[in-house]
């Protein structure tokens, strides 16, 4: 593990964007793993810029993201889909049937975790994981005492995360209770991982 210390957030920003970017360019057929939350917005803007300078391309890339709340339906203001897409996916050359989010408004969320758990597998694993940190520690949505072989499944919120994210939502109330998140293991187990905090 390389713990790298930066004199601003910009810096640290762009190092990862260059390491994104030369994994990409290692192998076009890349499969990144893809975090959300405020940490992340500049990072995305300056893929978006680098893309923009025609200094990376997605076409070929599979993207899965760590997590998705569970009731939102993918186009809600606060999904992870749309965060994804708003941030993102709308602005770069990826094609829609290489990204992969869990499926957040489902009646069955464990056979959701699982089918998610089982299409990272038969994508050969994730190449660069990206991550953020949350005000507790948790990454992804695997609260503190996550099991560290937990594979992808659905994990109750705990309430000083649900207080975090409440900024998104109306209300506290209506902040979601539960989410499906990759585990620790299936984390891992990508062959390199960048957590930016």
Same mark, same amino acid.
């Given at each position: 593990m390389k713990v790298l210390i930066f004199n601003s957030k910009e810096q640290a920003i762009e190092r990862v964007v260059d390491l994104t970017i030369r994994q990409i360019s290692e192998k076009p057929h890349s499969v990144l793993g893809l975090a959300t939350g405020g940490t992340m917005v500049p990072y995305y803007a300056s893929l978006v810029a680098a893309y923009q300078k025609q200094q990376v391309s997605f076409?070929?890339?599979?993207t899965f993201?760590?997590?998705e709340y569970i009731g939102l339906e993918a186009d809600h203001l606060c999904s992870y889909n749309r965060f994804m897409r708003e941030q993102l996916f709308d602005h770069v050359n990826i094609n829609?049937?290489?990204?992969?989010?869990? &499926?957040?408004n489902t009646e069955?969320?464990?056979?959701?975790?699982?089918?998610?758990e089982k299409s990272i597998s038969e994508a050969g694993g994730i190449d660069l994981l990206l991550l953020g940190i949350g005000t507790n520690g948790h990454i992804g949505f695997n609260e503190p005492t996550s099991s560290f072989g937990s594979r992808t499944r659905v994990k109750t919120l705990t309430?000083?995360?649900r207080r975090?994210?409440?900024m998104y939502f109306k209300s506290f109330d209506e902040t979601p209770k &539960?989410?499906?998140t990759m585990g620790v293991q299936t984390i891992l187990e990508a062959r390199e991982i960048a957590l930016l905090a």
């Open positions: 076409r070929e890339i599979k993201n760590l997590d829609n049937s290489n990204i992969n989010l869990p &499926y957040g069955n969320p464990l056979k959701e975790a699982a089918r998610y309430e000083s995360t975090s994210n409440q &539960y989410a499906i």
